[in-house]
């Protein structure tokens, strides 16, 4: 049987089969979208970007499905990042989140009307991400995950219980960090309490992170008390080989580290941070202010403890008694 279709159905049956894929196209492209800025790799990030995920499908949001993310990752290399918030800027992203103090506020000078969602380790007044925690004002908000001054001396004293009192222990930091000079402060004023002599080792771009740890094999400190920054982040694996080659007992701030074969190390979660983050990007795609968005804070701080390190290192049972988590 021949069944003959006149010209005007036949073009309407085209125009219908043309039109399914134009209207799907359409519907993406009127998906809201996310700059999503880091200053580590992707692959260092895999994580945390799992967490946001998480918190955008609390709000009710699937990536492809109703939202669309736009990822830069500067690959460590800091300089990268002021270009790429421009970007995501320029593409007219919704909101932009970003991990790491730089990329901060790199997304925060790149504008003033998007909504920012950052994600810091430190106290984002004094380091001028925003003016107030129960209010911040302007397009930009977040999460820290170390609310105030005082971890860095919680890591001290606990090395301090495992080291020999007449030992001396180094600080790596970051000069260029706007959370250097404070948290230096910090170290020294607890340094001086436990009345314990102090070594400053500084490192602030990839390439000065190896000649600042091979300094540990001149001085030989029994000890090593990192920085929390996101520098030092993006760079755990190698930092963690470094200092476990030369078999130096390292104190980190976040269980990033020792889950990469750090000995141990203490501060919030900062997947639970990214987390939040996302919650708050999905709050904020359906029509939230981020001035009206109060910073959160970590209410629980870990200790935890890499166990093949500490054995490979000869650390005192006594001190595993006193971790959260021991990583096996």
Same mark, same amino acid.
């Given at each position: /049987?021949?069944?003959?279709?006149?010209?005007?159905?036949?073009?309407?049956?085209?125009?219908?089969? $043309?039109?399914?894929?134009?209207?799907?196209?359409?519907?993406?492209?009127? /998906?809201p979208?996310? %700059?999503?800025?880091?200053?580590?790799?992707? @692959?260092?990030?895999?994580?945390?970007?799992?967490?946001?995920?998480?918190?955008?499908?609390?709000?009710?949001?699937?990536?492809?499905? *109703? $939202?669309?993310?736009?990822?830069r990752?500067? @690959?460590?290399?800091?300089?990268?990042?002021?270009?790429?918030a421009a @970007?995501? $800027?320029?593409?007219?992203? #919704?909101?932009?989140?970003?991990?790491? =103090?730089?990329?901060?506020?790199?997304?925060?000078?790149?504008?003033?009307?998007?909504?920012?969602?950052?994600?810091?380790?430190? @106290?984002?007044?004094?380091? %001028?991400?925003?003016?107030?925690?129960?209010?911040? %004002?302007?397009?930009?908000? %977040? $999460?820290?995950?170390?609310?105030?001054?005082?971890?860095?001396?919680?890591?001290?004293?606990?090395?301090?219980?495992? /080291?020999?009192?007449?030992?001396?222990?180094?600080?790596?930091?970051?000069? *260029?960090?706007?959370?250097?000079?404070?948290?230096?402060?910090?170290?020294?004023?607890?340094?001086?309490?436990?009345?314990?002599?102090?070594?400053?080792?500084s490192?602030?771009?990839?390439?000065?992170?190896?000649?600042?740890?091979?300094?540990?094999a001149?001085?030989r400190?029994?000890?090593?008390?990192?920085?929390? =920054?996101?520098?030092?982040?993006?760079?755990?694996?190698?930092?963690?080989?470094?200092?476990?080659?030369?078999?130096?007992?390292? /104190?980190?701030?976040?269980?990033?580290?020792?889950?990469?074969?750090?000995?141990?190390?203490?501060?919030?979660?900062?997947?639970?941070?990214?987390?939040? #983050?996302?919650?708050?990007?999905?709050? &904020?795609?359906?029509?939230?202010?981020?001035? =009206?968005?109060?910073?959160?804070?970590?209410?629980?701080?870990?200790?935890?403890? *890499?166990?093949?390190?500490?054995?490979?290192?000869? &650390?005192?049972?006594?001190?595993?008694?006193? #971790?959260?988590?021991?990583?096996?």
């Open positions: /049987m021949t069944v003959t279709i006149g010209r005007r159905e036949l073009l309407a049956a085209l125009g219908g089969a $043309v039109a399914r894929p134009l209207a799907a196209r359409a519907e993406q492209s009127a /998906m979208v996310i %700059g999503f800025i880091r200053n580590t790799t992707r @692959d260092d990030s895999a994580d945390l970007l799992k967490a946001m995920h998480q918190g955008l499908r609390q709000t009710g949001y699937v990536e492809g499905r *109703n $939202v669309a993310v736009e990822y990752f500067a @690959d460590n290399q800091l300089d990268r990042l002021p270009t790429m @970007d995501l $800027v320029r593409r007219q992203v #919704a909101v932009i989140v970003t991990g790491g =103090d730089a990329s901060s506020f790199a997304a925060k000078a790149a504008t003033t009307t998007i909504p920012v969602i950052f994600s810091t380790g430190f @106290d984002p007044i004094k380091i %001028g991400l925003v003016t107030s925690l129960s209010r911040p %004002g302007g397009n930009v908000t %977040g $999460v820290s995950f170390f609310s105030t001054l005082g971890t860095a001396a919680k890591r001290l004293g606990l090395l301090d219980q495992l /080291m020999p009192k007449d030992a001396i222990i180094a600080y790596l930091r970051n000069p *260029n960090s706007p959370r250097g000079e404070p948290e230096l402060g910090e170290v020294e004023h607890a340094a001086h309490s436990l009345g314990r002599q102090i070594l400053i080792l490192a602030g771009s990839e390439r000065e992170l190896e000649p600042a740890l091979a300094s540990l001149q001085h400190p029994v000890a090593l008390l990192v920085s929390g =920054d996101s520098l030092f982040t993006g760079l755990r694996t190698r930092l963690v080989v470094l200092t476990t080659h030369q078999a130096v007992p390292t /104190m980190h701030y976040l269980r990033e580290f020792t889950a990469t074969g750090g000995l141990m190390s203490y501060g919030a979660s900062v997947t639970d941070a990214y987390l939040q #983050a996302g919650i708050y990007a999905g709050e &904020i795609l359906k029509g939230a202010k981020p001035a =009206d968005l109060p910073i959160v804070l970590p209410t629980k701080y870990e200790f935890v403890i *890499n166990l093949k390190t500490a054995n490979a290192l000869g &650390i005192p049972p006594k001190l595993l008694a006193l #971790a959260d988590e021991v990583i096996e």
